[in-house]
């Protein structure tokens, strides 16, 4: 059995789960799914062709899989998903896909979106994803497992972060962002390697070193980068993060990559 609040406005033609709860004053679209569990605790909306995984948790004034901000959006049944268990704090605006990309939104399990925080269409968030208060994240931004976005970030359209990278808070992120990376400023630069990520994560000392290496290497040393990457590449050979990094170069999106600013020559092993 689920609890509905008696105020709560829920689609006949709604798929609810067992176990869900929905309080007072929240919406419910006819076209939704909210699997086992699912609780929304008040005053939240979700619309759209919109699946919520079992046990995600939305706090009050939140939305998700409105229509998406982009004036050729017509309509179309696009989507939104959300991973199980992945909380949705208070204000945050999820907005479902459009044509103009592949048609869904898509946020992964164990993610923490907070407040104010936007995701705007065709964004495609991973695993363990952490948004802090009012991070923007343009259209078609794609975020890889365990990444921390800190407060006021806005993430340009189309840029991608790697994988385990850390983005410092009030940030302007318009290039992509490798992973392990740590980026911030506006705009932002790359300025060392998110070690204490890795460390918590047990990253042995010589994966963090093979790391560090490469990328002083990649980006610190001089000469032409292109150049500097196969040497990487010939250097590392068969280290699979070091090779996890030089992939996600060698496959940069539109928005080119996230360049080397101060601070990646004073890392040490306390450093972030």
Known sequence: ???????????????????????????IGPDVVLE?????????MVDGHTRLGA??????????GMAPQDLKYKNEPTRCEIGARTQIREHATIHRGSVGGDGITRVGEDCLIMAVAHVAHDCHLADRVILANNVMLGG??????????????????????????VLGGMSGIEADVIPYGSAMGNRARLIGLNLIGLKRRGFSRPEIHALRAAFKLIFREP???????????????????????LHFIRNTSRRGLCKAGRGGDDMDDDAE
């Open 1 to 27: 059995m689920s609890e509905i609040h008696a105020t709560a406005a829920v689609s006949p033609k709604a798929q609810i789960g067992a176990g869900c709860k929905i309080g007072p004053g929240c919406v």
């Open 36 to 44: 086992d569990g699912v609780e929304l605790i008040a005053h939240v």
């Open 55 to 64: 046990g995600v948790k939305v706090f009050p004034f939140a939305t998700i």
């Open 140 to 165: 078609h931004v794609e975020i890889a497992d365990t990444v921390f976005v800190g407060g006021g970030t806005a993430i340009h359209q189309f840029v991608r972060i790697g994988r385990q990278a």
């Open 223 to 245: 000469g032409v980068f292109n150049d500097r990457v196969e040497e990487a590449e010939r250097r590392f050979a068969g280290d699979k993060n070091v090779g996890e990094v």
